[in-house]
């Protein structure tokens, strides 16, 4: 892993429900797949199929996770790996994917007071070579994503 070339990006939002409501949606693939769309699909590797971010084994490769532009068109792979899960407050994944040397994904979720909750993701970024000059761009483009997801999460538990 080269720092030189690594990025963080993080984005937190306060959503009106219990963090216990909270992760139980946050760690489903029907919670993932509803916070990515319409923009995103995202099929689960076989390692997680039929499981819950909290029910996947830790440290082992789960395999490819791929990306799909309007849950169509194949755009980019995951090649997941969770490293840490509290349960009911944390995960980590460490991957790779097509484009991305490095990807890590480390949601945390915490009471904020009066049946609410902060919902932070912190994501490591680094681009592959080819990349590093649009660097910019794609931390833009994470960034864009994960305010997209907090908005979609705040909407479910908003209705």
């Known amino acids: 892993m080269s720092a030189e070339h690594t990025r963080v990006v993080e984005v937190a939002s306060v ?22 769309a319409p923009w995103l699909g995202m099929g689960m590797p076989p390692g997680a199929r039929g499981r819950t971010v909290d029910t996947v084994p830790v440290g082992v490769p789960l395999g490819r996770a791929w990306l799909r532009l309007l849950r169509v068109l194949p755009v980019e792979h995951d090649a997941m790996t969770l490293v840490e899960v509290v349960p009911g407050r944390s995960f980590r994944e460490e991957s790779t994917m097509l484009t991305l040397r490095r990807w890590g994904h480390e949601r945390t979720v915490e009471p904020a007071g009066l049946g609410t909750t902060r919902v932070v993701d912190r994501l490591t970024v680094e681009p592959r070579w080819l990349l590093r000059p649009a660097t910019p761009v794609v931390l833009r483009l994470v960034r864009a994503l994960f305010e997209h997801r907090h908005r979609r999460l705040a909407r479910f538990f908003a209705s």
């Open 15 to 36: 959503v009106a429900a219990e963090p216990e409501r909270v992760w139980a949606r946050v760690v489903t693939p029907e919670g993932i797949a509803d916070e990515l």
